[in-house]
């Protein structure tokens, strides 16, 4: 399974949120202790002791809803990688070799559309229901990028039909 710079920085996000949470229990946990087990009710400031706990059990909860969501925020990377993935698995060996070489670079989005290295705007697509290599946004194309855009698109095409024939 492929990996995302955006997973790593959501795991490490989690696992610093996990020890934050640790942290802050133990913290709650010998704030508790020191009430020695003694009634609140006979100590001078129970209610700021309770005040204070209940303080704590606020902050514990809203790092755990933290942790929460970004479990969440990991499972749906993972299944945008692991929908691009199965996508990629079906594209043909002209395709995967230029993403392979940097070349083109595929949208996760719609993992059909690959983006031309050095060019801004023009993307290929590629129809898997047809086989067919088709272009986007050719008219947005800045002039001076055009050349880089046509013969990345022609040379994919004619390496495609040869391949399919």
């Keep these: 399974m492929m990996t995302s710079k955006r997973l790593e ?16 229990l133990d ?3 010998s704030d508790v202790r020191s009430a020695n087990g003694q009634p ?16 704590q ?3 514990l909860r809203s790092v755990e809803a933290g942790i929460e969501l970004t479990k969440q925020a990991i499972e749906k990377e993972e299944s945008k990688i692991s929908f691009v993935e199965r996508i990629s698995a079906d594209l043909p060996a002209a395709i995967k070799l230029r993403l392979e070489n940097g070349q083109l670079t ?18 290929i697509v590629w129809d898997s229901e047809r086989n067919l290599l088709c272009h986007r946004y050719l008219t947005a194309i800045p ?7 046509k013969d990345a698109f022609n040379n994919l095409k004619k390496e495609i039909s040869q391949l399919t024939q």
Excluded: Y
């Design 27 to 29: 913290a709650h946990f």
């Design 106 to 123: 595929q949208w996760r989005k719609h993992p059909n559309t690959f983006f031309v290295a050095g060019v801004d705007k023009g993307r």
């Design 40 to 55: 609140l009710n006979d100590k001078r400031c129970g209610a700021a002791t309770m005040a204070r706990w209940g303080r």
């Design 9 to 24: 920085i959501l795991k490490s996000s989690l696992s610093k949120k996990e020890a934050k949470f640790d942290e802050k």
């Design 143 to 149: 002039k001076e990028q055009f050349p880089l855009f």
């Design 57 to 59: 059990n606020d902050t």
